[in-house]
Protein backbone atom coordinates (compact mmCIF):
# COMPACT_ATOMS: atom_id res chain seq x y z
CA UNK A 1 0.00 0.00 0.00
CA UNK A 2 1.35 3.38 -1.10
CA UNK A 3 2.19 5.79 1.62
CA UNK A 4 2.74 9.57 0.84
CA UNK A 5 3.90 12.17 3.65
CA UNK A 6 2.01 15.37 2.62
CA UNK A 7 5.43 18.45 2.92
CA UNK A 8 3.25 21.09 1.71
CA UNK A 9 -0.50 21.83 0.88
CA UNK A 10 -2.92 24.63 0.70
CA UNK A 11 -7.14 24.71 1.57
CA UNK A 12 -7.67 24.22 -2.17
CA UNK A 13 -5.62 20.71 -1.97
CA UNK A 14 -8.27 18.29 -1.65
CA UNK A 15 -9.29 14.53 -1.43
CA UNK A 16 -12.20 14.39 -4.71
CA UNK A 17 -13.88 11.44 -5.97
CA UNK A 18 -16.94 11.07 -8.64
CA UNK A 19 -18.39 13.06 -5.98
CA UNK A 20 -22.32 12.23 -3.58
CA UNK A 21 -24.97 11.74 -5.54
CA UNK A 22 -28.55 10.26 -3.95
CA UNK A 23 -28.75 12.83 -1.69
CA UNK A 24 -29.74 16.46 -2.48
CA UNK A 25 -33.63 16.04 -1.15
CA UNK A 26 -31.61 16.01 2.29
CA UNK A 27 -30.19 19.00 1.50
CA UNK A 28 -26.70 18.02 0.57
CA UNK A 29 -24.39 19.03 -2.56
CA UNK A 30 -22.06 16.42 -4.34
CA UNK A 31 -18.62 17.91 -4.15
CA UNK A 32 -16.26 15.82 -6.39
CA UNK A 33 -13.43 16.52 -9.06
CA UNK A 34 -14.23 20.26 -11.04
CA UNK A 35 -12.43 18.99 -13.91
CA UNK A 36 -14.23 15.32 -14.06
CA UNK A 37 -12.49 14.93 -17.22
CA UNK A 38 -8.75 15.36 -15.99
CA UNK A 39 -9.85 13.24 -12.97
CA UNK A 40 -10.64 10.07 -15.60
CA UNK A 41 -7.42 10.51 -16.78
CA UNK A 42 -5.41 10.34 -14.05
CA UNK A 43 -7.33 7.07 -12.72
CA UNK A 44 -6.94 5.80 -16.34
CA UNK A 45 -3.44 5.63 -16.53
CA UNK A 46 -3.20 3.39 -13.05
CA UNK A 47 -6.23 0.90 -13.91
CA UNK A 48 -8.26 2.46 -11.35
CA UNK A 49 -11.84 3.16 -11.17
CA UNK A 50 -12.44 6.16 -13.27
CA UNK A 51 -14.06 8.06 -10.32
CA UNK A 52 -11.71 6.41 -7.81
CA UNK A 53 -10.50 9.40 -4.69
CA UNK A 54 -7.72 11.69 -6.19
CA UNK A 55 -6.05 14.93 -4.96
CA UNK A 56 -7.13 17.96 -6.52
CA UNK A 57 -4.50 20.10 -6.63
CA UNK A 58 -5.64 23.99 -7.21
CA UNK A 59 -2.66 26.40 -8.15
CA UNK A 60 0.03 24.48 -6.63
CA UNK A 61 1.49 24.92 -3.79
CA UNK A 62 1.48 21.07 -2.79
CA UNK A 63 4.56 18.34 -2.38
CA UNK A 64 4.68 14.91 -0.98
CA UNK A 65 7.31 12.61 -0.20
CA UNK A 66 7.12 8.96 -0.63
CA UNK A 67 7.53 6.47 2.46
CA UNK A 68 7.76 3.69 -0.15
CA UNK A 69 8.50 2.95 -3.91
CA UNK A 70 5.22 3.66 -5.24
CA UNK A 71 3.32 4.90 -9.18
CA UNK A 72 1.70 7.95 -10.20
CA UNK A 73 -0.30 9.80 -12.29
CA UNK A 74 -0.77 13.34 -13.00
CA UNK A 75 -3.37 14.97 -15.39
CA UNK A 76 -4.97 18.31 -15.98
CA UNK A 77 -3.13 21.56 -14.97
CA UNK A 78 0.57 21.85 -16.12
CA UNK A 79 1.52 23.08 -12.40
CA UNK A 80 5.22 22.87 -13.45
CA UNK A 81 5.64 19.45 -11.18
CA UNK A 82 9.23 18.46 -10.42
CA UNK A 83 10.51 14.79 -8.72
CA UNK A 84 13.80 16.04 -6.60
CA UNK A 85 14.17 18.79 -9.06
CA UNK A 86 13.51 16.91 -12.41
CA UNK A 87 10.04 18.14 -14.36
CA UNK A 88 7.29 15.47 -14.59
CA UNK A 89 4.57 16.28 -17.11
CA UNK A 90 1.43 16.31 -16.92
CA UNK A 91 -1.19 13.42 -18.49
CA UNK A 92 1.38 10.99 -17.37
CA UNK A 93 2.39 8.05 -15.43
CA UNK A 94 5.55 7.84 -13.40
CA UNK A 95 7.73 6.22 -10.23
CA UNK A 96 8.10 8.06 -7.39
CA UNK A 97 10.95 6.00 -5.15
CA UNK A 98 11.01 6.19 -1.20
CA UNK A 99 11.85 9.04 0.24
CA UNK A 100 11.65 11.10 -3.48
CA UNK A 101 9.76 14.23 -3.07
CA UNK A 102 6.73 15.37 -5.43
CA UNK A 103 6.39 19.12 -5.73
CA UNK A 104 3.81 20.65 -7.76
CA UNK A 105 4.73 24.92 -8.05
CA UNK A 106 2.67 27.04 -9.85
CA UNK A 107 0.27 27.13 -12.89
CA UNK A 108 1.73 27.36 -16.05
CA UNK A 109 -1.16 26.34 -18.11
CA UNK A 110 -4.60 25.24 -16.51
CA UNK A 111 -5.70 25.85 -13.06
CA UNK A 112 -6.34 22.57 -11.18
CA UNK A 113 -4.37 19.16 -11.37
CA UNK A 114 -5.26 15.41 -10.86
CA UNK A 115 -2.76 13.34 -8.87
CA UNK A 116 -3.77 9.69 -8.52
CA UNK A 117 -2.34 6.59 -6.92
CA UNK A 118 -3.64 2.83 -7.32
CA UNK A 119 -6.63 1.73 -6.48
CA UNK A 120 -7.34 5.79 -5.27
CA UNK A 121 -6.45 7.33 -2.34
CA UNK A 122 -8.49 6.36 0.95
CA UNK A 123 -10.33 8.62 2.68
CA UNK A 124 -13.34 8.15 5.11
CA UNK A 125 -16.60 7.36 2.97
CA UNK A 126 -19.73 9.81 3.83
CA UNK A 127 -23.15 9.46 2.45
CA UNK A 128 -20.94 7.38 -0.21
CA UNK A 129 -18.15 9.15 -1.18
CA UNK A 130 -15.03 10.90 0.63
CA UNK A 131 -15.44 13.81 -1.78
CA UNK A 132 -14.12 16.90 0.70
CA UNK A 133 -16.93 19.49 0.93
CA UNK A 134 -15.70 22.24 3.52
CA UNK A 135 -18.61 24.09 3.80
CA UNK A 136 -20.28 20.77 4.81
CA UNK A 137 -18.14 18.77 6.78
CA UNK A 138 -17.91 16.29 4.91
CA UNK A 139 -15.81 13.75 3.49
CA UNK A 140 -12.12 13.93 2.81
CA UNK A 141 -9.26 12.09 4.74
CA UNK A 142 -11.30 11.51 8.06
CA UNK A 143 -14.87 12.14 7.00
CA UNK A 144 -14.53 15.73 8.46
CA UNK A 145 -14.40 17.60 5.44
CA UNK A 146 -10.87 19.34 5.67
CA UNK A 147 -8.66 20.31 3.08
CA UNK A 148 -5.61 18.64 3.50
CA UNK A 149 -2.78 19.73 5.33
CA UNK A 150 1.18 19.20 6.10
CA UNK A 151 2.45 16.20 7.80
CA UNK A 152 -0.86 14.00 6.93
CA UNK A 153 0.16 10.71 5.41
CA UNK A 154 -2.28 9.99 2.46
CA UNK A 155 -2.58 6.23 1.89
CA UNK A 156 -3.14 4.28 -1.77
CA UNK A 157 -5.69 1.54 -1.56
CA UNK A 158 -4.40 -0.66 -3.70
CA UNK A 159 -0.86 -1.79 -4.38
CA UNK A 160 -0.29 -4.02 -7.70
CA UNK A 161 -0.88 -0.96 -10.22
CA UNK A 162 1.39 1.00 -8.62
CA UNK A 163 4.39 -1.48 -8.23
CA UNK A 164 7.78 -0.23 -9.60
CA UNK A 165 8.82 -2.00 -12.78
CA UNK A 166 5.18 -2.71 -13.50
CA UNK A 167 3.80 -3.08 -17.01
CA UNK A 168 3.65 0.79 -18.59
CA UNK A 169 0.90 0.20 -21.37
CA UNK A 170 -0.52 3.65 -20.00
CA UNK A 171 2.30 5.82 -19.72
CA UNK A 172 0.44 8.49 -20.73
CA UNK A 173 -2.27 9.93 -22.12
CA UNK A 174 -2.53 10.29 -26.16
CA UNK A 175 -2.06 13.67 -27.05
CA UNK A 176 -5.23 13.51 -29.66
CA UNK A 177 -7.00 12.93 -26.55
CA UNK A 178 -5.95 15.69 -24.01
CA UNK A 179 -8.15 18.66 -23.16
CA UNK A 180 -7.62 21.54 -24.94
CA UNK A 181 -6.54 24.23 -22.31
CA UNK A 182 -7.92 27.24 -24.69
CA UNK A 183 -7.36 31.24 -23.48
CA UNK A 184 -10.97 31.94 -24.21
CA UNK A 185 -13.44 29.12 -24.39
CA UNK A 186 -16.60 29.04 -25.82
CA UNK A 187 -18.44 27.06 -23.53
CA UNK A 188 -22.00 25.31 -24.24
CA UNK A 189 -24.68 26.13 -21.94
CA UNK A 190 -28.00 24.20 -22.21
CA UNK A 191 -30.87 26.94 -22.26
CA UNK A 192 -32.78 26.88 -19.42
CA UNK A 193 -37.02 27.03 -18.09
CA UNK A 194 -36.66 30.94 -17.67
CA UNK A 195 -34.73 31.88 -20.81
CA UNK A 196 -37.61 33.71 -22.36
CA UNK A 197 -38.07 35.63 -19.59
CA UNK A 198 -34.85 37.98 -20.38
CA UNK A 199 -34.63 41.02 -22.26
CA UNK A 200 -34.14 40.67 -26.31
CA UNK A 201 -30.92 43.08 -25.65
CA UNK A 202 -29.50 40.62 -22.83
CA UNK A 203 -30.10 37.59 -24.16
CA UNK A 204 -28.25 38.62 -27.48
CA UNK A 205 -25.36 40.12 -25.24
CA UNK A 206 -25.35 36.76 -23.18
CA UNK A 207 -24.61 34.89 -25.65
CA UNK A 208 -22.38 37.60 -28.20
CA UNK A 209 -20.37 39.05 -25.80
CA UNK A 210 -17.12 38.25 -23.55
CA UNK A 211 -17.43 37.49 -19.96
CA UNK A 212 -14.64 37.72 -17.28
CA UNK A 213 -14.01 35.09 -14.34
CA UNK A 214 -14.14 37.31 -11.14
CA UNK A 215 -11.76 36.64 -8.27
CA UNK A 216 -14.90 36.22 -6.43
CA UNK A 217 -14.71 32.08 -6.94
CA UNK A 218 -14.70 29.15 -5.56
CA UNK A 219 -15.81 25.41 -5.77
CA UNK A 220 -19.08 26.64 -4.89
CA UNK A 221 -19.37 29.03 -7.78
CA UNK A 222 -17.87 31.54 -10.04
CA UNK A 223 -19.27 34.91 -10.81
CA UNK A 224 -18.79 36.65 -14.39
CA UNK A 225 -18.61 39.90 -14.85
CA UNK A 226 -19.97 41.74 -18.40
CA UNK A 227 -23.25 42.86 -19.58
CA UNK A 228 -25.88 43.44 -17.12
CA UNK A 229 -28.16 41.00 -18.08
CA UNK A 230 -31.98 42.23 -17.34
CA UNK A 231 -34.75 39.56 -16.08
CA UNK A 232 -38.53 40.29 -17.03
CA UNK A 233 -40.06 37.50 -15.41
CA UNK A 234 -42.75 37.17 -12.62
CA UNK A 235 -40.45 36.98 -8.63
CA UNK A 236 -39.55 32.85 -8.63
CA UNK A 237 -39.94 30.33 -6.05
CA UNK A 238 -36.97 28.66 -5.32
CA UNK A 239 -36.22 25.71 -7.18
CA UNK A 240 -33.42 22.94 -7.73
CA UNK A 241 -30.14 23.75 -9.09
CA UNK A 242 -28.44 21.44 -11.23
CA UNK A 243 -24.58 21.35 -11.33
CA UNK A 244 -23.54 24.58 -14.10
CA UNK A 245 -26.34 26.48 -13.55
CA UNK A 246 -25.72 29.95 -14.80
CA UNK A 247 -28.07 32.16 -12.50
CA UNK A 248 -28.68 35.56 -12.76
CA UNK A 249 -28.87 37.71 -9.24
CA UNK A 250 -30.55 41.23 -9.07
CA UNK A 251 -27.33 43.00 -10.37
CA UNK A 252 -27.35 41.42 -13.74
CA UNK A 253 -24.17 39.46 -13.08
CA UNK A 254 -24.42 35.91 -14.00
CA UNK A 255 -23.56 33.09 -11.68
CA UNK A 256 -22.01 29.89 -12.68
CA UNK A 257 -23.05 27.07 -9.83
CA UNK A 258 -20.06 23.98 -9.29
CA UNK A 259 -19.91 20.99 -7.37
CA UNK A 260 -20.28 22.58 -4.15
CA UNK A 261 -23.69 24.59 -4.75
CA UNK A 262 -26.40 25.01 -2.70
CA UNK A 263 -29.33 22.51 -3.53
CA UNK A 264 -32.40 25.18 -4.43
CA UNK A 265 -31.95 28.83 -5.50
CA UNK A 266 -34.67 31.28 -6.52
CA UNK A 267 -32.78 33.60 -8.78
CA UNK A 268 -33.72 33.34 -12.68
CA UNK A 269 -31.24 31.09 -14.66
CA UNK A 270 -29.84 31.45 -18.76
CA UNK A 271 -29.66 27.69 -18.59
CA UNK A 272 -27.07 25.41 -17.46
CA UNK A 273 -23.01 24.71 -18.72
CA UNK A 274 -22.72 21.09 -19.93
CA UNK A 275 -20.11 18.58 -17.86
CA UNK A 276 -17.56 19.42 -20.64
CA UNK A 277 -17.93 22.70 -20.23
CA UNK A 278 -17.73 23.02 -16.68
CA UNK A 279 -14.39 20.78 -17.20
CA UNK A 280 -13.00 23.42 -19.04
CA UNK A 281 -13.85 26.12 -17.07
CA UNK A 282 -12.86 24.33 -13.94
CA UNK A 283 -9.17 25.16 -16.07
CA UNK A 284 -9.99 29.20 -16.30
CA UNK A 285 -7.92 31.19 -13.93
CA UNK A 286 -9.97 34.58 -12.12
CA UNK A 287 -9.57 36.99 -15.01
CA UNK A 288 -10.00 34.71 -17.74
CA UNK A 289 -12.43 35.67 -20.69
CA UNK A 290 -14.80 33.07 -21.34
CA UNK A 291 -17.91 33.01 -24.10
CA UNK A 292 -21.09 30.90 -23.66
CA UNK A 293 -22.84 28.85 -26.93
CA UNK A 294 -26.25 28.10 -26.80
CA UNK A 295 -26.91 24.30 -27.07
CA UNK A 296 -29.88 22.13 -27.34
CA UNK A 297 -29.82 18.97 -24.60
CA UNK A 298 -29.90 16.75 -27.49
CA UNK A 299 -26.56 18.42 -28.92
CA UNK A 300 -25.00 17.87 -25.53
CA UNK A 301 -25.94 14.72 -24.90
CA UNK A 302 -24.07 13.75 -28.37
CA UNK A 303 -21.04 15.28 -27.06
CA UNK A 304 -21.01 13.94 -24.17
CA UNK A 305 -21.58 10.62 -24.69
CA UNK A 306 -18.80 10.89 -27.60
CA UNK A 307 -16.68 11.82 -24.57
CA UNK A 308 -17.66 8.81 -22.51
CA UNK A 309 -16.65 6.55 -25.49
CA UNK A 310 -12.70 7.72 -24.74
CA UNK A 311 -13.02 5.65 -22.02
CA UNK A 312 -14.11 2.95 -23.90
Not at 99 to 118: I, N
Request: charged share 20%; aromatic share 6%; proline share 5%.
Amino acid sequence: MSQLRIEASTALCQLQDGGRFGVRHLGVTQGGALDWVAMRWANWLLGNALDSAVVEIALGGFSVVAEEDCMLALAGADLDAQVDGQAVAPWTRFNLGKGQQLTLRQPRQGVRAYLAAPGGFQGEAVLGSCSTVVREELGGVDGQGRALVKGEVLHAAGAIAGQVGAPNRRSHVPETLRPVYADKPVLDLVMGAQIGDFSGTSLFEAFNRDWTLDSRADRMGIRLLGPQLMYQGAPMISEGIPLGAVQVPPDGQPIVLLNDRQTIGGYPRLGALTPLALAQLAQCMPGATIRFRAVVQDEAWREQQACLRCWG
